[in-house]
């Protein structure tokens, strides 16, 4: 005697012959990432039924669409994670030795190439030094000497001795100041786009939170998958 068991998802499974005795059952379960099937054979039938009504598989046997939905995500999350705990950390130590700063724009004068919200990555002068073209960041001042704010301009002519002349791309005319090497706290090396405007103290009130929860989320995933 030859029956059909499973068709087309997992391939044409058979049984073959005939049992021996008249109450024995064998319970046949195939999964793959489509999902699990699981059948009880007698003698007479083949009855559709679940797995878990009879045996509790190993979990690394049986992987459902879903459970291999929720790992991909798994570990989308904690690589996610890892890499901007990495950047963090990187950050902070290059931050914290003055090798590298970072400042937040807050103004349109330099749209299109920085816009407002942009944060900037700056090298000591000391390491890259500043000419024409370069976006530096300075101290503007008053004619006593007392610091105004902090620009992020493009320098468009001068020289270290004499001072620089700096624009804002989207000023209509350069500074009034020209800054010197002692001005200059750094000159832009990358922009990072639009994160600026998350790095708000309200913004972090929301974002910390939740980033914590993902992580202790995906964190329990993991357990129990």
Same mark, same amino acid.
Not at 4 to 19: H, Q
Not at 121 to 142: E, F, N, W
Not at 162 to 178: E, I, L, R, T, Y
């Given at each position: 005697? !030859?029956?059909?068991?499973f068709? +087309?998802?997992?391939?044409?499974?058979?049984?073959?012959? !005939?049992s021996?005795?008249?109450d024995?059952?064998? *319970? &046949?379960t195939?999964? +793959?990432? *489509?999902?699990?099937k699981?059948?009880?054979?007698?003698?007479?039938?083949?009855?559709?039924?679940?797995?878990?009504?009879?045996?509790? /598989?190993?979990k690394?046997?049986?992987v459902? @669409?879903?459970?291999? /939905?929720?790992?991909?995500?798994?570990t989308?999350?904690?690589?996610?994670?890892?890499?901007?705990s990495?950047? *963090?950390?990187?950050? /902070?130590? *290059?931050?914290?030795?003055?090798?590298m700063?970072?400042? $937040?724009?807050l103004?349109?004068?330099?749209i299109p190439?920085?816009?407002?919200?942009?944060?900037? &990555?700056?090298?000591?002068?000391?390491?890259?030094?500043?000419? $024409?073209?370069?976006?530096?960041?300075?101290?503007?001042?008053?004619?006593?000497?007392?610091?105004v704010?902090?620009?992020?301009?493009?320098?468009?002519?001068?020289?270290?001795? +004499? @001072?620089?002349?700096?624009?804002?791309d989207a +000023?209509?005319?350069p500074?009034?100041?020209?800054?010197?090497?002692p001005?200059?706290s750094?000159?832009?090396?990358?922009t990072?786009?639009?994160?600026?405007?998350i790095?708000?103290?309200?913004?972090?009130?929301?974002?910390v939170?939740?980033?914590?929860g993902?992580?202790? $989320?995906?964190?329990?995933l993991?357990?129990?998958?």
């Amino acid at each position: 005697m !030859e029956r059909e068991i499973f068709v +087309n998802e997992y391939d044409d499974v058979k049984i073959v012959g !005939e049992s021996e005795f008249p109450d024995s059952k064998i *319970l &046949l379960t195939m999964s +793959n990432v *489509l999902g699990e099937k699981t059948v009880l054979i007698t003698p007479h039938e083949v009855i559709e039924s679940k797995a878990k009504m009879f045996v509790q /598989a190993p979990k690394e046997r049986v992987v459902t @669409g879903t459970a291999a /939905a929720t790992r991909r995500g798994v570990t989308v999350v904690k690589f996610v994670g890892y890499v901007l705990s990495a950047i *963090l950390i990187t950050f /902070a130590g *290059l931050s914290a030795t003055g090798v590298m700063k970072a400042r $937040i724009v807050l103004t349109g004068s330099m749209i299109p190439t920085i816009n407002p919200g942009d944060i900037v &990555l700056l090298a000591k002068p000391t390491t890259l030094q500043p000419h $024409i073209g370069s976006i530096v960041a300075y101290t503007a001042r008053r004619f006593d000497g007392s610091p105004v704010a902090t620009f992020t301009h493009r320098i468009i002519s001068g020289d270290p001795q +004499n @001072g620089f002349v700096v624009k804002g791309d989207a +000023n209509p005319s350069p500074d009034v100041q020209h800054p010197k090497i002692p001005d200059i706290s750094g000159v832009v090396f990358f922009t990072i786009p639009f994160i600026g405007k998350i790095l708000t103290p309200k913004m972090l009130i929301i974002f910390v939170p939740v980033i914590v929860g993902l992580w202790f $989320i995906a964190d329990a995933l993991k357990s129990d998958g």
